[in-house]
Nanobody, 122 residues
């Protein structure tokens, strides 16, 4: 069982930056792929970014490509999401997820954090 805890959410003005962190409870979590997803009110949860256990593979949704960067530190069991040039449409609850299979879908991930709110004001 892997427990994930997100931190770093908050309120920011458009054009600003935030850095989210996802801390995993188990040392074996370093062998998992990790994804970030987000869910806005009234919308389905959507893919944001993913990173393989080795960091060799990363993917981003078109809406965040060039603005967000995902990275991981397996020694610290943490995954970060650096978010720059934030837009009001980035407002959502952001979730990190871990799973044994690298993918871009919600169904690819077995373990989920509780989520952290990001609000971008215009």
């Amino acid at each position: 069982q892997v427990q994930l805890v997100e931190s770093g959410g908050g309120l920011v003005q458009a054009g600003g930056s935030l850095r989210l962190s996802c801390a995993a409870s188990a040392r074996t979590s370093s062998s998992y792929a990790v994804g970030w997803f987000r869910q806005a009110p009234g919308k389905e949860r959507e893919f944001v970014a993913a990173i393989s256990w080795s960091s060799r593979s990363t993917d981003y949704s078109d809406s965040v490509k060039g603005r967000f960067t995902i990275s991981r530190d397996n020694a610290k069991n943490t995954v970060a999401l650096q978010m720059n040039s934030l837009k009001p449409e980035d407002t959502a609850v952001y979730y990190c997820a871990a799973g044994g299979r690298y993918g871009l879908r919600v169904a690819d991930y077995n373990y989920w954090g509780q989520g952290t709110q990001i609000t971008v004001s215009s």
